[in-house]
């Protein structure tokens, strides 16, 4: 297998492979999860990951030598989620005969397959879903023997097609795919996307929870269980950077950085490793799907844009953000993340409140996911939505702060670039960022950014 981080590499790969009919299975069952209009930011557990999940079934579907892709996930049938979540199957691409040739059958592409478990009516959050786990494998064993009998018909020559590999998104499928890898003796590759060890490190050192609340909070004691258990079932652990293999993953009992390179080097030479086993860690830097993306003049202000003139009227999210401002044309302090405890955005609500000189100089727009009733949300995203608007009241920045409700995920470029318009910047002052999917949408859609200097001390600049 080539190194993952070389693109070409890869490429080379899927040739050499094309003729292959290999099957796939990833698993993510938390949060909402479909392959359109996805509620990025409708609460904690929709967040960047199901974009990285949806993203990557699709990719693998269109790679050539593979023939079908399963993201498993929850199904979900409560009145108060969209009714597409309790679809038993969702196609994210079809069969691509480009690269699979003609002799195909009707199940291959990539599918989104909700396996239904837990309360069968109702939306609950990701700690709640522990108890529920071996019934969501239960289902998830059904789902995948079945298909490798329908696979083994199309192109097994009679013999199932079992997946190639199983790989789990998170604490809670990753336990799912240890639980699926060991009955079906296939391989399992893991993404923690977050871990909890760092988590509850983070949490302790802020001092507003004792280790008990913050268990009792976010169940970080099965969580931390079961990435260990991930750590013993996985061949390969995907992380962004080096810094999540050296300072998060090596809290963990089942990983040291040193022991885990001398067994490889062993490996490498034919030497015994005397029955020791470590996952391999290898780094994915973080990066977006650029096909949907449109070239802008970031180059024109607002003024001189209008000068010029434009043969397309301004997006509808633009109205949106701007009913807010008593003075619109002041360049744009642009915040997108959901409205999450580890976000920080009530520390940027107090800097823009407390500097006088600021406020004068510019807005600050504020995208916290998407909500109806703050009273209906979970109990910490409430929390972090009422602080905002209590500051907001503090500092008297009625006119200068935008918070709209309501926001399509197609509408996120054109909410980067009305901050570029307005010679804005683009500011993500994240506690930490596992994957910081908002920094590099910020880069690529021509914004001035900044971001808090947990992990990237960065600043941006278009042309540099």
């Known amino acids: 297998m080539p190194r993952i981080g070389s693109t070409d590499a890869i490429d080379v790969w899927a040739n050499q492979h094309k003729d292959k009919k290999l099957y796939i299975v990833l698993v993510s069952i938390h949060g909402l999860i479909r392959g359109e209009n996805m509620e990025l930011g409708r609460d904690s557990d929709t967040g960047g990951q199901v974009k990285y999940v949806v993203e990557l079934a699709r990719a693998l579907g269109e790679t050539p030598g593979v023939y079908r892709v399963d993201l498993l996930t929850r199904q979900i049938s409560a009145p108060d989620v969209d009714w597409s979540y309790g679809e038993p199957t969702e196609m994210l691409s079809p069969r691509n005969s480009e690269n699979l ?49 329908v696979l083994g018909e199309q192109v097994g020559n009679g013999q199932p097609v079992w997946p190639v590999v199983i790989h789990g998104h998170y604490a809670d499928a990753g336990d799912s795919a240890a639980l699926l890898s060991g009955a079906l003796n296939v391989p399992m590759v893991f993404t923690g996307h977050s871990l909890g060890r760092d988590k509850l490190e983070q949490l302790l050192k802020q001092g507003r929870q004792t280790r008990d609340e913050v268990n009792a909070t976010y169940k970080i004691m099965r969580r931390i269980e079961a990435e260990e258990l991930c750590l013993d079932a996985s061949e390969i652990v995907i992380t962004s950077t080096r810094q999540e293999i050296d300072k998060q993953w090596g809290l963990y009992n089942g990983f040291d950085v040193i022991m885990e390179r001398k067994l490889r080097a062993r490996i490498k030479r034919g030497v015994s490793c005397y029955g020791r086993e470590m996952p391999r860690m290898i780094p994915i830097p973080p990066g977006m799907e650029f096909s949907h993306i449109v070239p802008h003049d970031v180059d024109l202000d607002s003024e001189e844009a209008n000068e010029v003139g434009s043969d397309s009227p301004d997006p509808p999210v633009w109205a949106d953000i701007m009913r807010f401002f008593s003075n619109p044309r002041k360049p744009m302090i642009l915040a997108l993340a959901r409205p999450d405890p580890k976000k920080n955005i009530t520390t940027l609500v107090k800097a823009f409140g407390e500097h006088h000189e600021l406020r004068n100089l510019a807005n600050l727009t504020l995208i916290m996911g998407n909500r109806d009733v703050i009273d209906e949300m979970s109990s910490t995203n409430g929390a972090v939505l009422t602080s905002v608007l209590k500051l907001i009241d503090k500092y008297d920045l009625y006119g200068q702060v935008a918070y709209p409700k309501h926001h399509k995920q197609s509408e996120v470029p054109d909410i980067y670039r009305l901050a570029a318009r307005t010679k804005g910047v683009f500011i993500n002052c994240a506690y930490i960022e596992p994957f910081g999917l908002t920094l590099i949408e910020g880069c690529c859609l021509w914004s001035t950014y900044g971001c808090y200097p947990k992990w990237w001390a960065c600043r941006y600049t278009p042309g540099s």
């Open 101 to 149: 040739g003609d002799d195909m059958g009707e199940s291959s592409g990539a599918y989104i397959v909700r396996i239904p478990f837990g309360p069968r009516e109702k939306y609950i959050p990701k700690e709640q879903l522990w108890p529920h786990i071996q019934e969501f494998v239960d289902g998830a064993l059904v789902h995948i023997m079945q298909m490798s009998k």
